[in-house]
C-alpha cells in the first residue's frame, strides 16, 4: 500500500514538473474553476522565463479580479511581444476590467479596449476579439459599430461549422448584441452541451452577458440566457447531528439528492459533523461535486464532540469524505475550550469561503441544511438565520423528530473572558537599521501619524499596544478592522522616506486576522490585554506582507465577506510560508474596492 503523501512531497512533485506540465495543470485548474488552486501552481514556477506560463499567470489573475496587479505583470512580462490571439487580447480584457471595476462604467475606457480589441481581430483574425469589441461598443452606447462588429462575428462563426463551447458562445454573444435573443438562446442550448463547456468558460460567459444586460436593461428580455449557462451553485452545508436509521436516511437523503440536482450544485463547503454534515456531503460527492471541509478547531477534538458520539460508522464515513474532499481547512488550529461559539466561528468561516468561491465564479452561493421542525433553536439554526439575514438563499429539508447521540461533557471551563474580534499587527520596514539621529524623527512622523489615524477610530479599538516600531490592535469586527487598516496603510504613505533614510516607497506592512482569543489583565501593563493561539497566528503574517500592503488570512477574508455591501476586495496573493516554522496559510491583499460594492 502506498504511503499517503504529505503536503511539503506535494510541494516537492509540484516544482519538479516541467512547464508544460504545469501549463496543462493549471489550465485545468482554471477550467474546473479552482483560481486560488491555478494561482497557487502557475507561481511554483520560481522563475519568470516561460511566456506561456507568464501568460496563464496574468491570466489567472484577471479572473480572480486582480486587475491591477494582472496590468502591471502583463507589462512587466512583456506579453504584447509574445504574439498570438489570446496574449493580445488579454491587455484588452483588463482595460475593460478596469473600466467596469469603477462607480460606473467609464465609456471612453470602454471604447479604448474595444478598440484594442478591434486591432486584435484585424491582426489576427479571430472571432474572440471582434466579439468584444462589438459588446463593449454596444455597452458604451455605440450601436452601430457593435451592430457591424457583431455581424461580421456571426457571420464568420457560423461558415466555419465550429461546434466547441467558445465558438457557439462567441456567436450567442453576436446575436445577442443585434437583438437576435431566441437565436442566442439556440447557439447557448448547442454550447452548452459542447464538450468543453467547464466551470471556468461559462463563468466567463456568464459575466460577459451581464454587463451587456446591465446596459441595455430589462426590456432586451435577455435575462433567461444566463440561466442557461450560469455555472454550478455554491453551497454551504449543515444541519443537526443525529442517529440514524436507514429508514431515515433514504428519506432526508432522497429529499436533499432532488435539492442538490435541481439546484446544480457543483461545490459544497462545510463541517463533518455526523448527521446532515456528513449526509449532505456524501450527496454532493454522488452528484460529482467538489466538496471542502472546514473544520472548526483541531480534527481530534471535532471528532471526539461532533462524530464519535454517534458510533464509529459515522467515523468512517467521515474519514472516507475526507480522503475525497478538494481541500481541508481549519478555521482555527485550537483545542475545543467547550464553547459554542467555536462551532459558530468555524460557521461564518465556511459561509464566507463559499460566497469568496461563488463571488469568483460569478455563481450564486446557495445554504443546504437538513434540520429538524425546531431547529432554528440549535445552531443549525442559527446559521440559517445568519445566512439568510445577510442576504443569503437556504434550502431547507426538514427533518421529523431526531433522536440525538449521547454528546461528551465539555472540557472544564476557564473563568477568563474569550471573544472573537479583528487582530491587526504592524511594523514598518528597515526600523532596526535607522540611524540613531532619525529616531525621533520616525517617532514623529511614523507613530504619531499612526496614532493619529488609529485613534479615527477610537470607538472600535478594544486595545492597542506598541513596542519599537510595532502595532497591536484588537478591534470588535472585521469590518472595522479592514477599515482602520487601509486609513493607516494610506496615511503612512505620507512619511518622508528620504528623511528617515529608507528606499522610497518604503510604509508600514500590516497584516490582519479574525478570530477567538482570550482577553484578561496584564499586571505589567495594568490594562487589558488580548492573547491565545489566534494572537500568535496573526503576528506571524505581518512579516511576510510586503512594505506599503495590508494582508489578511482566509478566514479574516471569510468573515469580511458575510458583511452586506462591504466596501473591500480581498485579492488571492497565495499560500505563504509563514516563519518560525509556523506552516504554510493562504492570504489575500486587502483593497478598496473602488466602485464601493
Known amino acids: 500500500m502506498n504511503a499517503p503523501v504529505t503536503p ?7 516544482a519538479a514538473r516541467t512547464p508544460d506540465q504545469r501549463a496543462r495543470s493549471v489550465r485545468a485548474a482554471l477550467g474546473r474553476g479552482d483560481l486560488l488552486g491555478a494561482f497557487d ?26 486587475t491591477e496587479r494582472a496590468l502591471k505583470l502583463y507589462d512587466d512580462y512583456h506579453l504584447e511581444e509574445i504574439g498570438g490571439v489570446d496574449p493580445l487580447s488579454l491587455k484588452a480584457r483588463l482595460l475593460k476590467d478596469q473600466a467596469f471595476d469603477a462607480p460606473s462604467p467609464d465609456p471612453e475606457r470602454l471604447l479604448e479596449a474595444a478598440k484594442l480589441y478591434e486591432a486584435v481581430h484585424k491582426r489576427t483574425n479571430s472571432t474572440y476579439p471582434a466579439i468584444n469589441a462589438a459588446t463593449l461598443a454596444r455597452i458604451a452606447g455605440r450601436p452601430r459599430l457593435a451592430r457591424s462588429l457583431a455581424k461580421r462575428v456571426a457571420d464568420d462563426t457560423s ?81 443537526n447531528i443525529f442517529l440514524s436509521t436507514p429508514e431515515l436516511e433514504a428519506d432526508l437523503a432522497g429529499r436533499m439528492r432532488a435539492v442538490i440536482a435541481r439546484e446544480d450544485v457543483g461545490f459544497g463547503y462545510g463541517a463533518l459533523a455526523a448527521g446532515a454534515d456528513i449526509m449532505i456531503a456524501e450527496l454532493l460527492l454522488e452528484a460529482g461535486a467538489e466538496v471542502h471541509v472546514v473544520l472548526p478547531f483541531a480534527e481530534a477534538d471535532f471528532l471526539e464532540q461532533s462524530v464519535t458520539p454517534a458510533g464509529q460508522d459515522w467515523v468512517a464515513r467521515y474519514h472516507a469524505i475526507r480522503e475525497r474532499a478538494a481541500s481541508i481547512t481549519f478555521a482555527s488550529n485550537m483545542s475545543y475550550m467547550g464553547e459554542m461559539a467555536q462551532f459558530a466561528y468555524g460557521s461564518k468561516v465556511s459561509m464566507g469561503m463559499a460566497r469568496l468561491r461563488a463571488r469568483q465564479l460569478n455563481a450564486e452561493a446557495v445554504q443546504l441544511v437538513i434540520v429538524e421542525e425546531r431547529g432554528e433553536r440549535t445552531l443549525s439554526g442559527s ?68 496614532a493619529r489615524s488609529l485613534e479615527q477610530h477610537g470607538e472600535v479599538i478594544r486595545s492597542g499596544n506598541t513596542w519599537g516600531d510595532a502595532i497591536f490592535a484588537v478591534f470588535q469586527n472585521a469590518p472595522t478592522a479592514a477599515q482602520a487598516a487601509l486609513d493607516l496603510c494610506e496615511e503612512l504613505k505620507k512619511v518622508d522616506c528620504k528623511a528617515l533614510g529608507v528606499r522610497e516607497g518604503t510604509a508600514m506592512r500590516i497584516a490582519l486576522h479574525y478570530g477567538p482569543t482570550y482577553s484578561g489583565y496584564d499586571p505589567v501593563t495594568r490594562r487589558t490585554t488580548y492573547y491565545g493561539t489566534e494572537v500568535s497566528r496573526a503576528a506571524r503574517i505581518e512579516p511576510v ?16 465577506e458575510m458583511e452586506k455591501n462591504h466596501p473591500f476586495d480581498c485579492d488571492y496573493v497565495g499560500k505563504i510560508a509563514l516563519p518560525k516554522g509556523y506552516g504554510t496559510y493562504p492570504l489575500y491583499r486587502l483593497s478598496r474596492n473602488p466602485a464601493g460594492r
Open 8 to 14: 511539503e512531497r506535494a510541494l516537492e512533485q509540484a
Open 41 to 66: 501552481e502557475v507561481v511554483r514556477r520560481g522563475d519568470t522565463d516561460n511566456p506561456d506560463l507568464n501568460y496563464l499567470e496574468v491570466l489567472t489573475l484577471a479572473r480572480l479580479g486582480d
Open 159 to 239: 461558415a466555419s461549422g465550429a461546434t466547441d463551447y467558445f465558438s457557439l458562445a462567441t456567436l450567442a454573444e453576436a446575436l445577442a448584441v443585434m437583438g437576435d435573443v431566441a437565436g442566442a438562446r439556440a447557439a447557448l442550448e448547442q454550447a452548452i452541451k459542447a464538450p468543453d463547456a467547464d466551470v471556468g468558460a461559462r463563468s466567463t460567459t456568464v459575466l460577459q452577458l451581464r454587463r451587456l444586460i446591465a446596459a441595455l436593461g430589462d426590456d432586451h428580455g435577455m435575462e433567461p440566457l444566463l440561466e442557461l449557462i450560469e455555472p454550478p451553485k455554491v453551497a454551504m452545508f449543515c444541519g
Open 383 to 450: 446559521d440559517v438565520t445568519a445566512w439568510r439575514d445577510t442576504g443569503g438563499r437556504a434550502e431547507v429539508v426538514i427533518a421529523p423528530k431526531l433522536t440525538r447521540p449521547v454528546m461528551p461533557p465539555p472540557p472544564p471551563q476557564i473563568d477568563v473572558e474569550r471573544g472573537a474580534y479583528g487582530l491587526m499587527f504592524t511594523d514598518y520596514p528597515g526600523f532596526s537599521k535607522l540611524d540613531e539621529r532619525v529616531l525621533p524623527l520616525f517617532w514623529e512622523d511614523v507613530m504619531v501619524r499612526a
Open 545 to 560: 506582507t510586503p512594505s506599503g500592503a495590508v494582508y489578511v488570512t482566509e478566514p479574516f477574508a471569510a468573515v469580511l
